[in-house]
């Protein structure tokens, strides 16, 4: 079984995207679920930074958009799930 990637859209400085990725890492190991996490800073790429603005955390699992602001534990559970 290979690592469910998670890409995560962050920046500096961000408490938001901070307790986004305590979450997932959280949540993962609860789950027994092994993770790829990708962060991504947007402020290191203009055409990111133009993408997404301040709309961080933004995070992805398995490919697919599932979380923007705030990670929500159960619903973490069942996309790692699905996808491991």
């Given at each position: 079984m290979s690592d469910v990637p998670v890409t995560v859209y962050?920046?500096?400085d961000c408490h938001l995207c901070e307790e986004a990725i305590e979450t997932i890492e959280r949540?993962?190991?609860d789950e027994?679920?092994?993770v790829a996490l990708d962060l991504v800073d947007v402020d290191e790429?203009?055409?990111?930074r133009e993408e997404y603005g301040?709309?961080?955390p933004y995070v992805f699992v398995d490919g697919s958009p599932a979380?923007?602001?705030?990670?929500?534990?159960?619903q973490l559970r069942e996309k790692?799930?699905?996808?491991a």
């Amino acid at each position: 079984m290979s690592d469910v990637p998670v890409t995560v859209y962050t920046r500096e400085d961000c408490h938001l995207c901070e307790e986004a990725i305590e979450t997932i890492e959280r949540v993962a190991d609860d789950e027994g679920v092994a993770v790829a996490l990708d962060l991504v800073d947007v402020d290191e790429d203009p055409d990111l930074r133009e993408e997404y603005g301040e709309r961080v955390p933004y995070v992805f699992v398995d490919g697919s958009p599932a979380f923007k602001y705030h990670v929500t534990e159960r619903q973490l559970r069942e996309k790692l799930q699905q996808s491991a």
